[in-house]
T-cell receptor, first 114, second 112 residues
Framework: SQTIHQWPATLVQPVGSPLSLECTVE??????LYWYRQAAGRGLQLLFY??????ISSEVPQNLSASRPQDRQFILSSKKLLLSDSGFYLC?????????????FGPGTRLTVT | KQEVTQIPAALSVPEGENLVLNCSFT??????LQWFRQDPGKGLTSLLL?????REQTSGRLNASLDKSSGRSTLYIAASQPGDSATYLC???????????FGKGMKLTVNP
């Protein structure tokens, strides 16, 4: 069966510090991978998605970047965090199989920028 | 641009009621629609996926229907229980796109 991992689970970082959040998927190959941010009262916002190694699409211009160094690994980064980067970050994966695409989410990372 | 709306934003009901959660979308050219559940501080759990060619899907006490022409989906929860308390989100996948567009969710509280 497929499993998606995210770490760390929680993170408190000062403004201006760097960020690296990691997401890995097990039990599937060549998945689409997604990074979302969920902020209070603002719903779920798609930040980046990837259809393959090294292929990243950015949805929202911002202080963040994403990379996919391996097929089942997706990393979210920032060089200098802003207060507005606080939120709940969710990674998801999907495969297009027999005409269906269903997204599955990880447990999330709670980021607080102080 | 696709927009997904869930009204009301919150609902509080006594245990045992049969519930209908609504989801509407503006562009009927969807590939599929997915219902999720989110518990506080947790990730999203997929409940049901309805492909554009389907009218409904069922899983246990949950039944989701899809009417593409009217841009609506409903999630029916039979005999609600306190454990059903959570935020429920619907999301649509546009034809030709690998992205989901989410509603803002509906927070459900089932009181014992």
């Amino acid at each position: 069966s497929q499993t998606i991992h995210q770490w760390p689970a929680t993170l408190v970082q000062p403004v201006g510090s760097p960020l690296s959040l990691e997401c890995t998927v097990e039990g599937t190959s060549n998945p689409n991978l997604y990074w979302y941010r969920q902020a209070a009262g603002r719903g779920l916002q798609l930040l980046f998605y990837s259809v393959g190694i090294g292929q990243i699409s950015s949805e929202v211009p911002q202080n963040l970047s994403a990379s996919r160094p391996q097929d089942r690994q997706f990393i979210l980064s920032s060089k200098k965090l802003l207060l507005s980067d606080s939120g709940f970050y969710l990674c998801a994966w999907a495969t297009w199989d027999r005409g269906a695409s269903e997204q599955y989410f990880g447990p999330g990372t709670r980021l607080t920028v102080t | 641009k696709q927009e997904v709306t869930q009204i009301p934003a919150a609902l509080s009901v006594p245990e045992g009621e049969n519930l209908v959660l609504n989801c509407s979308f503006t562009d009927s050219a969807i590939y599929n629609l997915q219902w999720f559940r989110q518990d506080p501080g947790k990730g999203l759990t997929s409940l049901l996926l309805i492909q554009s060619s389907q009218r409904e899907q069922t899983s246990g006490r949950l039944n989701a229907s899809l009417d593409k022409s009217s841009g609506r989906s409903t999630l029916y929860i039979a005999a609600s229980q306190p454990g059903d308390s959570a935020t429920y989100l619907c999301a649509v996948a546009q034809g030709g796109s690998e992205k989901l567009v989410f509603g803002k969710g509906m927070k459900l509280t089932v009181n014992p």
